[in-house]
Nanobody, 125 residues
Framework: QVQLVESGGGLVQAGGSLRLSCAAS????????MGWFRQAPGKEREFVAL??????????DYADSVKGRFAISRDNAKNTVYLQMNSLKPEDTAVYYC????????????????WGQGTQVTVSS
């Protein structure tokens, strides 16, 4: 079992920045995908970013809506993944979730086996 705990959410003005963190504990693994998703009120959970890493390398992917503004990174030694969010917009307001799966995951929430509890990000105009 893997436990994921997000932190770093909060209230920020449009144009501001936040950095989310997701710490993984429990049965951690080397080759896995860490993803960030978000869900706004009344909307479905949507993909934000992912980072795939294994012994041979890795890859990163972003939703079009956040490309150039958000950056995902990871510290495998600390079992932690980060989401740096810059130039935030009111439409980025949502609960942000960290997710993990022990294979190369994709942009669909159903790809992931483990989820954090979520952290609220609110961007005021």
């Amino acid at each position: 079992q893997v436990q994921l705990v997000e932190s770093g959410g909060g209230l920020v003005q449009a144009g501001g920045s936040l950095r989310l963190s997701c710490a993984a504990s429990g049965r951690t693994f080397g080759s896995h995908t860490m993803g960030w998703f978000r869900q706004a009120p009344g909307k479905e959970r949507e993909f934000v970013a992912l980072s795939w890493s294994d012994w041979s390398g890795g890859s990163i992917d972003y939703a079009d809506s956040v490309k150039g503004r958000f950056a995902i990174s990871r510290d495998n030694a600390k079992n932690t993944v980060y989401l740096q969010m810059n130039s935030l917009k009111p439409e980025d307001t949502a609960v942000y979730y960290c997710a993990a799966v022990r294979r190369k995951g994709g942009v669909v929430a159903a790809d992931y086996d483990y989820w954090g509890q979520g952290t609220q990000v609110t961007v005021s105009s």
